[in-house]
Structures are given as structure tokens and as C-alpha cells.
Nanobody, 126 residues
Framework: QVQVAEFGGGLVQDGGSLRLSCAASGGTFRDYVMGWFRQAPGKAREFVQALRWSDGNTYYADSVKGRFTISGDNAKNTVYLQMNSLKPEDTAVYYC???????????????????WGQGTQVTVSS
């Protein structure tokens, strides 16, 4: 059974940085994609960034382009989200998800993913 666990959230000041980690286990992930999403109170779950293991391609949302960077350690089945220049509007629960990467749908759509972590809270103070 595939399991996903993310961690590294916390409280940071406006303009600060955090690095989130997400580890997947219980499967073979060479043909999988791993994505980061976030959800603020009263808001829909929002795509942030994703990485596809097979070729290392990355995908990103315009809202965080230039500030966030996704990277991965294939040997550890772990992806990272480096978040810089954080703003109060980045405050949300951040989720990591993974699924098979070669099927109909969009990596930007939360419903595409089969396996989710429990989330880690990121709070940016003003």
C-alpha cells in the first residue's frame, strides 16, 4: 500500500523561507508523479508544483513561480518544496500527493491523485 508523509511546516515571518519534505513508500514510483497542493481556510485546494520521476519534468503554478522550487531525491522517493519570499497569503495546509503519471487527466487537478499525505501547516505572519 502506498503511503505519503509530508513535513517541515511551521511559523515563519513575512519574507522568510521554509523547506517542506514529502516521502512516499510502499510502491515503485518510477512512473509516478508527486505533487504539492495547498488549502487555506474557506478556499479550494490549489495546485502548487509537481515532479514526474520518469524524466524529472516539473510543473508549477503561476502564483508561486520564481519563489518556490520543487526538487527530488529519487533514491529516497522524496520530494522537496523550497519556499522563499513567503507571504501571508501563502498561509495554508500544504499537502503532498502521488499517483501513476500516465493516464488521462491533469497533474494540476487534485482529483488526479490517488494517495495523499495528512498535510503540514505553513503559517506566514505579517
Amino acid at each position: 500500500q502506498v503511503q505519503v508523509a509530508e513535513f517541515g511546516g511551521g511559523l515563519v515571518q513575512d519574507g522568510g523561507s521554509l523547506r517542506l519534505s514529502c516521502a512516499a513508500s510502499g510502491g515503485t514510483f518510477r512512473d509516478y508523479v508527486m505533487g504539492w497542493f495547498r488549502q487555506a481556510p474557506g478556499k479550494a485546494r490549489e495546485f502548487v508544483q509537481a515532479l514526474r520521476w520518469s524524466d524529472g519534468n516539473t510543473y508549477y503554478a503561476d502564483s508561486v513561480k520564481g519563489r518556490f522550487t520543487i526538487s527530488g531525491d529519487n533514491a529516497k522517493n522524496t520530494v522537496y518544496l523550497q519556499m522563499n519570499s513567503l507571504k501571508p497569503e501563502d498561509t495554508a495546509v500544504y499537502y503532498c500527493a502521488t499517483t501513476y503519471a500516465y493516464r488521462t487527466g491533469s497533474y494540476y487537478d487534485p482529483s488526479y491523485y490517488d494517495y495523499w499525505g495528512q498535510g503540514t501547516q505553513v503559517t506566514v505572519s505579517s
